[in-house]
């Protein structure tokens, strides 16, 4: 990854830049890219210089004075939002187009259309082939903006441009590769009413799906209960289960052909022996015993399968950290654990960071710092892509 050192020039334009603009900026911003804006004079009007400037630390530039020297700085140009007839405009400018061919600088613009536009091919979508490579038109998704007065816009969601952005950036090292993951908690049920789960909130198995579409892996995500939305990512194909039995049979059934599995679901440990078709009532009892059976464990089933794609597991502790990721290397026979301790703040359930430390089967150690899930997710996978191709290599 190259994110720190990105020079995004983000180009906004139109009445939709105030909220949309300023909404992806924040986003970009956040992710560790740097960006610099260049607003159109409209732009302005509804979002001034100032606080572009303030929102990405570099001063704003006027859209219509952008230099060539200004332009050529730029690794990626991000047009968002962006009109129609601006779109065409800039498109038409032989200075910019000279630029971008010369300094090999690609086009991401998402036009802001009337909801009744929406499908519709731009005129100058022809003109994207002549552009370098990975320009493109991101066109809207189903999210159609409030503008207020303004009416509604139709325009790229900030998580679809983002997306874009991140596989503009990223490498492409599992290009293809087919990866079963599993994410969330899985829900044991006691009676139709009742039930046992956990705090898993699904958001690092969610954080590694992303990441691994991002690099190009072809995901099936097999997934309890989930607190955020499903990426809508064509390739992350969710498989929804409730129990932990279900997630067994599920991930077994896709396990063949798969490369990778990373198995970060927080799957119950046990589940009630019986289960009460009927409501239980309380008749007066002060005490209910509950049996409860262990469930299948789905890691060390696939640890113990020969012929078996390389495997990752994921263990959450409070204790000996190192020494538990060790003995669960072993005893399940994966090839890779990631560890974090749920005592220390930030890294535990129900947050959006995490601490994590890989050991390898080989006994590497990486100690991540804490980062937000979605930077841990990129980490975690850098060290599985290098892993897995070494492991390949074994295999042969
Ligand atoms: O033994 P423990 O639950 O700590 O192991 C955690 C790892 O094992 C995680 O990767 C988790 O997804 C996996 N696991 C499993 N099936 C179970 C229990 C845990 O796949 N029944």
């Not at 603009?21 to 960006?35: E, I, K, P, T």
């Not at 087919?178 to 006691?190: N, Q, V």
Request: with cysteine; proline share 5%; aromatic share 6%.
């Amino acid at each position: 990854m190259t994110q720190s050192k990105a020079r995004i020039l983000l180009i906004v334009d139109g009445a939709a830049a105030g909220l949309p603009g300023l909404q992806l900026l924040l986003r970009l911003r956040q992710a560790g890219f740097g960006v610099q804006v260049a607003a159109s004079a409209a732009a302005q009007d509804f979002q001034p210089a100032v606080s572009w400037a303030a929102f990405s630390g570099l001063p704003c530039m006027a859209l219509e004075k952008v230099s060539v020297e200004q332009l050529a700085q730029a690794e990626l140009l991000l047009a968002v939002p962006i009109s129609q007839n601006r779109l065409e405009q800039l498109l038409s400018t032989q200075q910019w187009r000279k630029t971008m061919q010369e300094h090999n600088i690609p086009l991401l613009a998402a036009p802001a259309l009337l909801p009744d536009e929406a499908e519709t091919e731009l005129n100058c979508a022809d003109t994207f082939a002549e552009l370098p490579a990975g320009s493109r038109i991101i066109m809207p998704d189903e999210q159609r903006w409030d503008m207020g007065a303004m009416g509604s816009i139709a325009l790229a969601s900030t998580e679809r441009c983002m997306e874009e952005v991140y596989n503009f950036f990223t490498v492409s090292d599992l290009l293809g590769k087919k990866l079963l993951l599993t994410a969330g908690a899985t829900i044991e049920d006691i009676d139709p009413v009742r039930f046992i789960s956990n705090r898993s909130t699904g958001r690092m198995g969610l954080a590694l799906a992303r990441a691994a579409a991002r690099r190009g892996a072809c995901v099936k995500l097999v997934h309890g209960p989930l607190a955020d939305p499903l990426p809508a990512n064509p390739r992350i194909e969710p498989i929804a289960v409730r129990s932990a039995q279900q997630m067994y049979e599920q991930s077994i059934t896709e396990l063949k052909n798969m490369d990778i599995a990373i198995l970060c679901a927080a799957v119950a440990d046990f589940t009630p022996d019986q289960y009460a078709p009927k409501k239980i009532k309380k008749h007066g009892e002060q005490e209910l015993s509950l049996l409860l059976r262990r469930t299948p464990d789905i890691l060390a089933s696939i640890g113990k399968q020969e012929k078996r794609p390389f495997l990752v597991g994921f263990a959450a502790e409070s204790d000996d950290l190192e020494l538990n990721a060790r003995l669960k290397l072993q005893s399940k026979q994966c090839d890779m654990i990631c560890a974090n301790d749920i005592r220390e703040p930030g890294s535990g359930f129900a947050v959006h960071t995490n601490r994590v430390s890989i050991y390898s089967k080989e006994g590497h150690v990486t100690q991540l710092p804490l980062l937000s899930k979605d930077k841990c997710a990129e980490q975690i996978l850098e060290q599985v892509s290098a892993h897995y191709y070494a492991w390949l290599q074994n295999q042969r």
